[in-house]
């Protein structure tokens, strides 16, 4: 009896994925598709920001349209709502390529923007997924990317293998294409507003005397410990460092479209409010291109004062 080589099962090749928009978010999923073994066609109005793909074995395509000609799923990452819509249904948007049939916006736009691209998208019969992504570069590179997708059964189901692939934890919200957008910046929000209030507290324990790690790590085993105290503080903040990757006008612009979605939808956003205040401060006083991290540099210049005699 002769022995026989094991039979090997042929994998399906994976469909192509269009993406668009390769900024500092953006290039990041991009290349999990890569990793994942997906053809790839790339568009970026930025030439520098292709030639890494395009040497990578991506295929490049000039416009959304032209990407969206090129494959059935496209994926988008950009950085303003304005954007978003351009990309959308501008001259040379998705709505007028000929292979499209899923389009997957990951960026975080708000609700209103997010309901003007489904619209645009409906007479061609285009499904719409509302999937922003939560963690950052940092989040990125720890392994801990959140997705949370808002979008008809149908339409998840046909791109659940795609969005695994971009992400380390995946959530199907609802069915409506601009929910996600609410939860998303529900949460971003929340992010600004523990590193505005950390660095407050933070500064006032250093002014009292306190050593500023050692206030952390008292927050930290405490009731008042959060994500920023808990991460950013130690691996950003105190070390000098500075450098989480994501750029202060980019949370504060969330933190923007936050505040209108809660007036939209009248709930209480005093406390929101004030925050707001203090980003949109810092970002007109021309830190925007900063790292976020540097709120705390912000505050402390801008805010504090001597302590009453």
Not at 30 to 46: E, H, K, Q, S
């Amino acid at each position: 009896m002769t022995q026989q080589e094991p039979q090997r099962t042929q994998q399906p090749p994976r469909e192509r994925i269009g993406f668009i928009g390769l900024g500092d978010m953006g290039k990041l999923l991009a290349r999990r598709f890569l990793r994942a073994g997906y053809p790839l066609t790339v568009c970026d109005i930025n030439p520098q920001a292709v030639a890494e793909f395009r040497d990578k074995g991506a295929q490049v395509a000039d416009t959304p349209a032209q990407t969206a000609s090129l494959a059935e799923v496209v994926f988008a990452c950009l950085p303003a709502p304005s954007v978003s819509e351009l990309v959308a249904f501008g001259e040379h948007g998705v709505v007028h390529g000929s292979a499209i049939r899923v389009y997957v916006e990951t960026s975080t736009m708000g609700y209103a923007t997010m309901r003007r691209i489904a619209e645009a998208l409906a007479p061609r019969n285009i499904g719409l997924i509302d999937s922003p992504t939560s963690g950052g570069p940092l989040g990125e590179a720890r392994g801990k990317l959140s997705c949370f997708v808002a979008t008809r059964q149908e339409n998840f189901d046909r791109t659940r293998d795609m969005l695994t692939a971009m992400s380390d934890r995946l959530f199907h919200v609802g069915d409506t294409p601009g929910q996600s957008q609410v939860l998303k910046l529900s949460n971003n929000l929340l992010n600004a507003a523990s590193m505005t209030l950390s660095s407050e507290m933070v500064l006032m324990a250093m002014r009292a005397g306190i050593d500023p790690n050692v206030a952390i790590d008292v927050i930290n085993v405490s009731t008042g410990r959060n994500r920023a105290t808990e991460d950013l503080f130690k691996t950003q903040i105190l070390n000098g460092a500075f450098a989480t990757g994501a750029r202060m006008e980019i949370l504060g612009k969330d933190v923007f479209l936050a505040l209108e979605e809660a007036e939209r939808l009248g709930t209480p956003h005093h406390a929101a409010g004030a925050i707001r205040d203090i980003w949109e401060a810092a970002i007109r006083e021309g830190h925007g291109a900063e790292d976020y991290s540097n709120i705390f540099k912000f505050i402390d210049q801008a805010y504090s004062s001597k302590p009453a005699s």
